[in-house]
Nanobody, 116 residues
Framework: QVHLVESGGGLVQAGGSLRLSCAAS????????MGWYRQAPGKQREMVAT???????RYADSVKGRFTISRDYAKNTVHLQMNSLKPEDTAVYHC??????????WGQGTQVTVSS
């Protein structure tokens, strides 16, 4: 069974940093694409960053230059380093993994709150 467990969320002041982690189990990590998405209250879930097993990393325009996504293949973990955080980054952040057959698995999410 596939499990994705996010960690690293919390409360931070504007301009601060957080590092989110997502540990995957029950699936071949190295051959699948992973991503971070977020959902703010009253808004639709939006893509933050995606990292394929090979190919180009993508970022939402709103986080380019501030966020960095990376993979640790040894630990089956994907990270999201978030710098220069803004109040509008406040949301529940979810990671996902997409298999070669297009099946998507989601983690339960971690809350990020940025105070002004």
């Amino acid at each position: 069974q596939v499990h994705l467990v996010e960690s690293g969320g919390g409360l931070v002041q504007a301009g601060g940093s957080l590092r989110l982690s997502c540990a995957a189990s029950g699936i071949i990590f190295s051959s699948n694409a992973m991503g971070w998405y977020r959902q703010a209250p009253g808004k639709q879930r939006e893509m933050v960053a995606t990292i394929p097993s090979g190919g180009s990393i993508r970022y939402a325009d709103s986080v380019k230059g501030r966020f960095t996504i990376s993979r640790d293949y040894a630990k089956n973990t994907v990270h999201l380093q978030m710098n220069s955080l803004k109040p509008e980054d406040t949301a529940v952040y979810h990671c996902n993994i997409v298999t070669g057959r297009g099946i998507v698995y989601w983690g339960q999410g971690t809350q990020v709150t940025v105070s002004s």
